[in-house]
């Protein structure tokens, strides 16, 4: 006599499914449909941390921020018209 598929499979604890909800929120929050806008905010702000941990003067940093965003979210806008998303 062979069990049923409910009896095989282990019941997930209610802490395992909020945890996984809680990842997914996270995951579409953060990286949604473009993955590249996420990986490339963090190197934006990585990059301007290391370049105002090196010495550079922090006016330098205060226009390299908003400019490295500007261009992101401009190389995004382009690929996304040539892929068609909308």
Not at 5 to 26: H, I, K, M, N
Not at 34 to 41: F, H, R
Not at 43 to 61: D, E, K, N, P, Q
Request: aromatic share 6%; hydrophobic share 50%; no cysteine.
């Amino acid at each position: 006599m062979s069990a049923s598929p409910e009896e095989t499979v282990p019941a997930s604890s209610w802490a395992g499914r909020q945890l996984r909800a809680f990842g997914r929120f996270w995951w579409d929050f953060l990286v949604g449909e473009t993955p590249e806008l996420l990986v490339g905010a963090v190197l934006v702000v990585g990059a301007v941390a290391l370049v105002h941990h090196g010495g550079v003067a922090r006016s330098v940093t205060e226009v390299a921020l908003p400019a490295l965003v500007i261009t992101l979210l401009a190389l995004s806008l382009i690929r996304a018209k040539r892929t068609g998303r909308h």
